[in-house]
Structures are given as structure tokens and as C-alpha cells.
């Protein structure tokens, strides 16, 4: 655009000066020779004249100065022997009449001569452009001295116009041309510096969007060429980079699937023998020595921890290998929470407010997963009791969790959901494996649902989970990838 308008400014300014040029030379050529031959004939026919000539001598001698250069007409005035105004008038246009003269032009013409010589002949011309019903014309006059005859001249100027018009016609085609030309300059100018900086952005935002094997062709050896290759080396070795941290995090993840289910199999039996020692325990038989009954319940609660350590890595190997997915039920939601505190004895330590009713399409399991963990969390961290709210919004259930304790840290809110993270000194330090948050967002997640945390202005942490109430659309999608996978 720039290019363009620049262009545009120069084709224009070169054809205005150019006009205007052609303009003031032909006006004057034609001008200065019309002049040249009125000066010419008032000195050699309208100068011999009487000081009083008549009508017929006056008209005689316009005719000779019209017929002798076929250019203008001509107008003579003067005073005959009895004082009377006579005229004489001749050429191409009839009619020439002191009314065809500018009033200010005889006002000049008329004016008393000065001339130090006395000749008769010395006169001074005067003339003037004026334009009657849109055609151009040249008016001269002058006046002979010591009593000689006034005389004016008529010049149409319409063929110098139209030849003024014609070369406009044609100026104005050639700065069209131009611009026309400037136009498709600039566009292969900018098509060489445009085009590739086009190209580079486009390959940026595939580069951002996840298509690391994205590359630039390289062609030349200017700075654009050295732009997209410093891109592409920049590309491959981004490519490179996350290939290998997708092959640690995919061999961390193997490690930690293995890892727990070779595990399961020896805990299966530490736990059967934990819990005959919990059962004799519980039986007070004596058959424990009093001395070694807190060790057997240190290791009959660190078993159970073990148990959910290993069941929650197993879990999180699932979410992260993309395999869990939704088995949906219609649930009603109140019935689910009441279930679900129910089924941990928190019914004395939960406020429960949700009206019966509110029914969704969810995997009741992994609601009661997300439940649990928000629920015992409020309980570990703020105490009881813990007030549970359902609402429903925009055909979304939407049920809120606060505690009463001291609120979550600004510098810890973002990090809650992290796994394996346990929050700082202002809150108790947890018996958990810190990836039980993490693993209630999973189960949020692929509810096509939401978990958020913040502090109450009155006090308190509130968990907030929001999940659609018919989660149907997105398990057909888990299950036709599933088939398109089976496919390939």
C-alpha cells in the first residue's frame, strides 16, 4: 500500500507538472503569435488611417487585418470628422462587439498614453483570457496615439483546449497505467518479503499447536533464508527434545504401572496377614503381646496405606495411558453423596445440603471417588463439620465442599491439584499420597466436568466441582476412538 501510494503521488505530481508545462507553452505559443500578428496589422493597416476615418474605411481596414492571418476577429473604434462613434468589424466570429470586451480590458486600453517618442504608432497591448459559454477565448486591445483608431482582437481558444483536454486524457491513462503497474510491482515486492514472513507464522502457530515435524523450505541466502533455517534447526531441535522427555515420562510411566502391579501381588499377602492380626486385635484374645501391640497396628495402618498408594498409582497410570473410561448409570446426586458419607461413617461430620430429585448421567464409581477424596480432604484439613452444597447451572450439577479450617495459602492454591503435593506448614501435614486431588480432577476431566479451589470470605477452603449432567456424548467418543484404535 505504501509502495502504491508513494507511486501514486509521484505519477500524479510528474503528470500535473507535465500538464501544466504543455499547458503555459501552448497557451503562449499560441498567444504570443495571435498577439504578434495583431500588433503587426494595427501598426501596418490600422496605422494608416485617418485620425478621423469613416465607417466604410473602418470596416475596410478590419476586414484586411481579419483576412490577413485567418486567426482572429477584429473590432476598430474611433471618432469620424463630426464627433460620432464609428466601428468597423471583421472575421470568423460575427458579431464582435464592444459588449464582447471585458469592461476592466477597455478601462486599460482607454487610459492616456505615455510615450516619450510622440510616434503615433507607440502603443502599448493589453490582453486577457475569459471563458463565454464554456469556450475559451484571448482578448487583446489597443489604442493608436494622437487620435488613431482603438482596436480589439477575438481568439478562440477552443482547439488549444481540446488539445489541453486530449494530453489530460492521456496523462491521466499514463498515471492509471502507472499506478497499475506500481501496483503489481509492490505486490511481487511484497510477495518476496511477505510471502515467507507468512510462511514462517503459519509454521510457528502448527509448531505451537503440537506439530513438531513442521519445516520451512529453504531456497536462497538472504536473512529470510537464514530465518527459516534457524527455525527449522530450532523445530528439529525442539522435536528432539520432547521426543526424548515423552520417552522418559512413557518409561517413568511403565515403571510406575509395573511397579504397582508387581507390588499388589506380595501386599495381597501382607495384608491377609494384617488383617488376622487386626482381628485378633479387635478380639482382645491376649494371643498379642501387649509389648508389640502398637507395632501390629502401625504396620496394620501402613499396609492399608500401602494398599492406597498402590490402588491410586494404578489409577493414575489408567488416566495417563488414556484407558479409563466412564461406565454410566442415571444417579440420583443427593443419594450419591449420602452413599457415599455414609458408606465412611462421616454422617455426624457432613452438613449435607442437596434436595432430592437433582438426577444426572454419570459413573456413580468415580463420582463417589471424586466425593471421597474432596469430602476426607475438608475433614483432614478443616474439621467437621463440613458443609456439602448441590445446585444445579446451565445443565450442569455443580456441588461445593467447605471446611472450617484456616483456608488454603495464596502461594499453595495453584499447586492442589498437583500430584504427590502436600500443602505447607499452615495446614496439618497429610497422611495421604498427595494424589488424591489429583486424582479427583482426572475423574473430573473425563466427566467432560471441572474442580476449582479458593478460600470463602468467611473463612474455610471450597472445592467446587462442576460436571455436566449427561456425560453420554463424551463416552461415545472414548468408545469410537477405542474402535478406530482396534482398527488401525
Not at 464627433?83 to 492616456?112: C, E, H, I, M
Not at 490402588?311 to 495417563?320: G, K, P, Q, S, Y
Not at 466412564?326 to 455426624?348: F, K, P, S
Request: glycine fraction near 8%.
Amino acid at each position: 500500500m505504501v509502495f502504491g501510494l508513494v507511486a501514486l503521488t509521484a505519477a500524479v505530481s510528474a503528470s500535473g507538472i507535465a500538464y501544466w508545462l504543455n499547458r503555459e507553452a501552448v497557451l503562449t505559443r499560441t498567444q504570443d503569435a495571435v498577439l504578434g500578428d495583431f500588433r503587426q496589422a494595427m501598426q501596418t493597416r490600422a496605422g494608416t488611417l485617418p485620425p478621423h476615418p469613416t465607417q466604410d474605411e473602418l470596416q475596410h481596414t478590419a476586414g484586411q487585418m481579419a483576412n490577413s492571418s485567418q486567426r482572429f476577429s477584429v473590432l476598430l473604434v474611433a471618432q469620424d470628422a463630426d464627433g460620432r462613434t464609428v466601428y468597423g468589424s471583421s472575421g470568423a466570429l460575427d458579431g464582435f462587439s464592444l459588449q464582447d470586451v471585458p469592461a476592466s480590458l477597455r478601462a486599460a486600453v482607454n487610459k492616456r498614453q505615455q510615450v516619450d517618442s510622440g510616434n503615433k504608432y507607440a502603443y502599448h497591448l493589453y490582453w486577457q483570457r475569459i471563458v463565454d459559454h464554456g469556450t475559451p477565448y484571448l482578448v487583446a486591445g489597443t489604442r493608436m496615439i494622437d487620435g488613431g483608431p482603438t482596436g480589439y482582437m477575438l481568439k478562440s481558444l477552443e482547439p488549444e483546449a481540446k488539445d489541453l483536454n486530449s494530453l489530460a486524457w492521456s496523462l491521466g491513462i499514463a498515471t492509471g497505467l502507472a499506478l497499475v503497474g506500481s501496483a503489481l510491482l509492490a505486490q511481487a515486492a511484497a510477495s518476496t518479503v511477505l510471502k515467507p514472513v507468512q510462511r514462517l507464522g503459519a509454521a510457528a502457530r502448527r509448531l505451537g499447536e503440537g506439530r513438531l515435524d513442521t519445516r520451512l523450505r529453504v531456497s536462497g541466502t538472504d536473512e529470510l533464508a537464514d530465518l527459516s533455517r534457524t527455525f527449522n534447526d530450532a523445530a528439529e531441535a525442539l522435536e528432539k527434545r520432547v521426543d526424548d522427555m515423552a520417552a522418559r515420562d512413557e518409561a517413568s510411566r511403565r515403571f510406575v504401572a509395573d511397579m504397582s502391579h508387581e507390588l499388589r501381588t506380595p501386599l495381597t499377602a501382607i495384608t491377609a496377614v494384617t488383617e488376622i492380626l487386626e482381628e485378633e486385635l479387635e478380639a482382645g484374645s491376649g494371643s498379642i503381646d501387649p509389648m508389640i501391640e502398637p507395632a501390629v497396628r502401625l504396620v496394620v495402618s501402613e499396609t492399608r496405606r500401602l494398599n492406597d498408594l498402590v490402588e491410586n498409582l494404578m489409577e493414575v497410570t489408567r488416566f495417563d495411558a488414556g484407558t479409563a473410561r466412564l461406565v454410566l448409570d442415571d444417579v440420583d446426586v443427593a443419594d450419591q453423596i449420602t452413599a457415599c458419607i455414609d458408606a465412611r461413617a462421616w454422617l455426624d461430620a457432613v452438613d449435607l445440603d442437596a434436595e432430592r430429585g437433582i438426577h444426572a448421567r454419570l459413573d456413580p464409581r468415580r463420582l463417589d471417588v471424586i466425593l471421597a477424596n474432596l469430602i476426607g480432604n475438608a475433614l483432614k484439613h478443616g474439621g467437621s463439620p463440613v458443609r456439602v452444597s448441590v445446585r444445579t447451572a446451565d445443565d450442569h450439577v455443580v456441588i461445593a465442599v467447605r471446611d472450617h479450617g484456616p483456608g488454603i495459602p495464596e502461594d499453595v492454591l495453584p499447586h492442589v491439584f498437583d500430584r504427590f503435593y502436600k500443602a505447607s506448614a499452615s495446614r496439618p501435614r497429610s497422611d495421604g499420597s498427595g494424589l488424591g486431588l489429583s486424582i479427583a480432577l482426572e475423574n473430573a476431566h473425563i466427566h467432560g466436568g471441572e474442580i476449582t479451589a479458593a478460600n470463602s470470605p468467611d473463612g474455610g477452603a471450597v472445592f467446587t466441582l462442576r460436571l455436566p449432567r449427561d456425560a453420554s456424548a463424551l463416552a461415545q467418543e472414548a468408545a469410537e476412538g477405542d474402535a478406530k484404535k482396534g482398527e488401525a
